[in-house]
């Protein structure tokens, strides 16, 4: 069965331009993750979506950053436009969520590593 | 305050002997999961153990095992018999409810484990 696959692996680009993230769940599950990971912040939710709604955007750092989920196997992170500072790796995670099942473990993608020149 | 704490950055253990990875939290919820990760060179993050709130027995998973001390607000991982392939950086995360019906996951900042030969 596949796994979360996230789309470019590595991602270099000039500061100014957009930058589009991209994240096929696994089948079957509901819940949908973006996490940013940096050395100095170490690992942030940025966005959950569940059953394609977004239910928590309080990580999202500013305008700049945008996140859809039009169907239940795709969904994007897009930035624009795009600054040095936002150079990281980006994760997504999927997970199917019960709320009356606290376990939904979360399985990530191999992540994409963004460098903003 | 940190929700997750994970106080070593960074341990060292010889290959073969057990190793045990600290981490406590702090909640108000009765209700909550916690998880571990292995984060190795590579970048994925690959989960390892799940221990509910719940739970009366403690959670194994092959060498890993979690020593949950809820009293404490603890939950440590256990490596038994450590590998070379262990060196890796492990992340505690909790998993508890949200007042809007949905869930959050958050991180602590990692322990570098060193497995040395």
């Known amino acids: 069965d596949a796994g979360v696959i996230q789309s470019p692996r590595h991602e270099v680009t000039e500061m100014g331009q957009e930058v589009t993230l991209r994240c096929k769940p696994i089948?079957?599950?509901?819940?949908l993750f973006w996490y940013r990971q940096t050395m100095m912040r170490g690992l942030e939710l940025l966005i959950y979506?569940?059953?394609?709604?977004?239910?928590?955007d309080s990580g999202m750092p500013e305008d700049r950053f945008s996140a859809k989920m039009p169907n239940a196997s795709f969904s994007t992170l897009k930035i624009q436009p795009s600054e040095p500072r936002d150079s990281a790796v980006y994760f997504c995670?999927?997970?199917?969520?019960?709320?009356?099942?606290?376990?939904?473990?979360?399985?990530f993608g191999a992540g994409t590593r963004l460098s903003v020149l | 305050a940190q929700k997750i704490t994970q106080t070593q950055p960074g341990m060292f253990v010889q290959e073969k002997e057990a190793v045990t990875l600290d981490c406590t939290y702090d909640t108000s919820d009765q209700s909550y999961g916690l998880f571990w990760y292995k984060q190795p060179s590579s970048g994925e993050m690959i989960f390892l153990i799940y221990q509910g709130s719940y739970d009366e027995q403690n959670a194994t998973e092959g060498r890993y095992s979690l020593n949950f001390q809820k009293a404490r607000k603890s939950a440590n991982l256990v490596i038994s018999a450590s590998q070379l392939g262990d060196s890796a950086m492990y992340f505690c995360?909790?998993?508890?409810?949200?007042?809007?019906?949905?869930?959050?996951?958050?991180f602590g900042a990692g322990t570098r484990l060193f497995v040395k030969a």
């Open positions: 995360a909790m998993r508890e409810p949200l007042n809007t019906g949905g869930f959050k996951t958050i």
């Open positions: 995670a999927s997970s199917f969520s019960d709320r009356y099942l606290a376990k939904n473990i979360q399985y």
């Open positions: 089948s079957g599950h509901n819940s």
């Open positions: 979506f569940n059953n394609n709604v977004p239910i928590d």
